[in-house]
């Protein structure tokens, strides 16, 4: 992991890109202390869970979850005037 001072590290800010890009980490020093580490970005990953991943954890669904809406509910939801 390279130390560079500020000025080089300015100086030679696209240098410095390109190491990081290939997956090294670079060590900004001012008067040779090290003050800050750049390192490569990665994105994180959205955690999905998988099917009944919740099983055994107090979530259920009610026995009638699916049944057909009252038909004033229903034409709410829908926009309709009754």
């Known amino acids: 992991m390279p130390i560079v001072n500020i000025h080089p590290a300015k100086t030679h800010f ?3 890109i390109e190491q990081i890009q290939r997956g090294e980490e ?3 020093a001012k008067a040779g ?3 800050a580490r750049l390192v490569p970005y990665v994105p994180k990953q959205p955690r999905i869970k998988p099917p009944g991943g919740m099983q055994g954890q107090g979530f259920w669904i009610a026995d009638d979850f699916d049944a057909p809406l ?3 509910l229903q034409a ?7």
């Open 14 to 16: 696209s240098k410095r």
């Open 26 to 28: 670079v060590v900004i």
């Open 33 to 35: 202390v090290p003050v």
């Open 70 to 72: 009252p038909e004033d």
């Open 76 to 82: 709410a939801f829908e926009g309709r005037d009754e």
